[in-house]
């Protein structure tokens, strides 16, 4: 029997990536679905509500979480459905982005569009969906519901970036 014949064949699960990701020879605008869900990191920060201060225009995120914001996992109660239920709730999309302001630093929809990578606790980059609770970079058992806000002004905080 010959050396070559008697070594294991590399499994997928063993051999080096040949490609890069995704995310660093797609454009936002070309992404199909599953790609474009797949940035989102499941901070839940878009989900929070935002103060703008008439003044400055400086938008200021709060504690507030929408309505159908899960405050245990930062996920949408109704993710199919949210813009049924909340209206104003923003589809983003690479058209949107170009046109909101608003986004935390740390959202890789408005990293990648800065031409920056991805950071070492995304769900896509460490395959592990828990590194942004873990980073502290989520609003998970952070944030107070709607029904427990009085005057947004009163919820405003800074989150860690």
């Not at 063993?14 to 679905?33: C, D, G, Q």
């Not at 989520?138 to 800074?158: F, N, P, Q, W």
Request: charged fraction near 20%; include cysteine; charge should be negative.
């Amino acid at each position: 029997m010959s050396a070559s014949s008697s070594a294991p064949k590399p499994t997928p699960t063993t051999e080096p990536r040949t490609e890069p990701p995704f995310w660093h020879i797609t454009p936002l605008s070309a992404m199909n679905r599953e790609q474009w869900e797949s940035l989102c990191d499941g901070c839940g920060r878009c989900c929070l509500h935002k103060v703008e201060d008439a003044d400055t225009g400086q938008v200021h995120y709060t504690e507030v979480a929408c309505r159908l914001l899960n405050i245990g996992t930062a996920k949408c109660k109704n993710y199919a459905a949210r813009w049924d239920q909340v209206p104003d709730c923003v589809e983003l999309s690479a058209t949107v982005l170009k046109h909101i302001g608003w986004l935390p630093s740390t959202c890789a929809y408005r990293v990648l569009a800065e031409g920056k990578p991805l950071a070492w606790w995304h769900p896509l980059v460490s395959g592990d969906p828990d590194t942004v609770h873990r980073a502290g970079i989520s609003v998970r058992g952070r944030v107070i519901t709607e029904s427990k806000a009085d005057l947004l002004d009163y919820h405003i905080v800074t989150w860690p970036e």
